[in-house]
């Protein structure tokens, strides 16, 4: 038998047939929709037909749920009660604003155990490559997509090709994740993994957590990649046992057994293979308008004049709505505001590395804390964690996806800079002529302390020394 | 969706690589029914200043009669967000020329009727630099995958399946409901491989024995 990797595994498990011309048709195991989905739901109303899987699916708010009182606008108010009138007329199980089990859809799936290995996820938001995480295929769809599933339960879908991302060696203190993900991307490109599932293997990638897994596999899409995926092992399986939708003790055993065969076989090949020395990694910050606009956090504002062609001119396009000169120190960079949040960032393994570094300081901007769900909020309050984040002049707030998009009337104003967490910083998507610069939670908490793009590695020695 | 072969009009230059969905359509707009119309939110910020008013050469209000758009690599990166594709094609856009698209873009485009054409680089400079002096006709032709500007035709690039698909104006749901029989059975299959593939704090579902019956 010819070796087989994690995506065909993955794929053959859910193939019901495939066309001539090479276009498959999968079930789709988990379909999770939120408050933007409305379009896909009035499709639905409009041919008549019901949700055929409504077990399967499942309805949260968040892209426009407040996190501080009440829905900002009535059409913000709109949005949420669409959601929950949609879900309750097909009979599907949605965590609305008041459900303790609320919070961002990348988080919250996980959290209830809704996200297993093996399964095929849909959700219709980019991010959707997070639950990839867990050895599971999932990947975010547009709206006459999600109609789709909603219809039949069921993604017409051409196979991708297989990208192998290996990273050796291990991460530096104060380098996480999300320093391993923009260094990619900073490599590739924005469009590097166009049309590819990438699997992330190598030995940094295994000793991360399911939190640090769930961000790298996150910002996949951000290079491009639709589906990103890390196979199972003994960490996955400790994150999944016992959560609420996760297999019971009946099944458990027959799952261990199964989800131990999805890995890669070891001769398996990719289409494109990439190398990464996980200990050259620094902190990493953005400067421009994309995420592939990414560098140390050591380097200087790149220089146009030195680019050729149409990237000089993009980059002269996106250094002058950041406001930024060329050759300037990016850690000479003043920020006016932070922002700790989004199905990035915001997991409780982020909040406690954000935590560690403003413990016992003073931040010299305002800025927001949200959490990626309630539960996050509950245990975080439960490790004191909010304590330190509002002894340090920070807002802890709600949960849902807030400044990472806009939508819920968080927003950034127009010149003004914000560190942040998020996963975009394209122009005008944390608010119009917001300036975001993409980071770690460790290293916003840094520049929230010092008011400037910082090296969260200084602040870590100081408190080693003291 | 109603299908199409040939189309004819006005080609503008969006001269900028990474036209992401977050500028095709700004976030705030997207609680908007589709009744409504999304051609006015089309680029939005980019197009008008915040008091609303347009900047006159802006290239799609100096051309907006403008069909086709032809931008630089990786158009449409980002988000899910079918609003972008609602975006262009409720503005009159029936075509976008680029090196590279983001790969979900490029499905919702098909999906209503907007034709993601890939191009060389060297292909984008060279029909860029055709229209530095405003606006020209061009023709695109979906049956042999070429677009003629001026006296020169170009080849694009578009997977076959798509290529039908907006031919035909195809409709997914009515092809995909004409494999009923095989999407039941495939799914006893799965459940019974994966019992978990139905959440079990679905009991009352699962004794109900709705897992082993088609929809
Ligand atoms: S936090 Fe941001 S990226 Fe994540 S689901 Fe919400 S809007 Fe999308």
Sequence with gaps: MTSRRLLDKLWDAHEILRRDDGTSLLWVDRHLVHEGSHHAFAKIADRGVPVAEPGLTFGVADHYAPTRGGPATDAIARMIATLASNADKHGITCFGLDDPRQGIV???????????????????????????????????????????????????????????INVTGRLGPGVGAKDL???????????????????????????????????????????????GMIAPDEITFAYVKGRPFAPNDTDWDRAIDLWSSLPSDADAEFET????????????????TTPEDALPVTATV?????????????????????GLAPGRKLTDIAVDQVFIG?????????????????????????????????????????????????????????????????????????????????????RGRQGRGARTHLMSPAMVAAAAVTGHLTDVRELLKEREVA | MTGWCTHTGLAVALDRENVDTDQLIPARFMSTPRSEGYGDFLLHDMRKKSDGTPIPDFPINAVPDASIVISRRNFGSGSSREAAVYALVDFGIRVVIAPSFGDIFASNSVNNGLLPARVSEAEVDAAIAKLVDGAQEVTVDLTDKTIRLGNTTIEFTLDDVWQQKLINGWDDIDLTQKHKRAIAASRAQHVQRMPWAIPVQQTNFRSARRDTVSQ
């Design chain 1, 273 to 288: 293979s990439v190398s990464l020395d996980a200990s050259e990694i620094a902190p990493i910050v953005t400067w421009g």
């Design chain 1, 181 to 227: 993900a923009l260094a990619w991307i900073a490599k590739l490109g924005a469009d590097g993994a166009r049309g590819h599932a990438i699997e992330y293997t190598g030995s940094a990638v295994r000793s991360l957590s399911m939190e640090g897994r769930m961000t790298l596999c996150n910002l996949s899409i951000e290079g491009g990649g639709r589906f």
């Design chain 1, 342 to 426: 989004s199905c990035t960032n915001a997991r409780i393994e982020d909040l406690r590395s954000a935590a560690a570094v403003l413990a016992g300081r003073r931040a010299k901007v305002p800025g927001i804390v949200s959490p990626g769900s309630r539960q996050v909020k509950v245990q975080a309050e439960a490790e004191g964690l909010d304590r330190i984040f509002v002894d340090a002049g920070l807002e802890w707030v709600g949960s849902g996806c807030s400044m990472c998009v806009a939508m819920n009337g968080d927003h950034v104003e127009a010149g003004k800079r914000c560190a942040s967490t998020t996963n975009r910083n394209f």
């Design chain 1, 302 to 322: 790149p220089d146009p004049a030195r680019m050729q062609g149409s990237a000089a001119e993009r980059a002269r396009n996106a250094l002058d709505y950041m």
């Design chain 1, 106 to 164: 990348h988080v919250i799936g996980p959290e209830q155990g809704l996200t297993l290995p093996g399964l095929l996820i849909n959700c219709g938001d980019s991010h959707t490559s997070t639950h990839g995480a867990f050895g599971a295929l999932a990947f975010g769809i547009g709206a006459t997509e999600v109609a789709h599933v909603l219809a039949t339960q069921t993604v017409w879908q051409k196979k991708p090709k297989a990208m192998r």
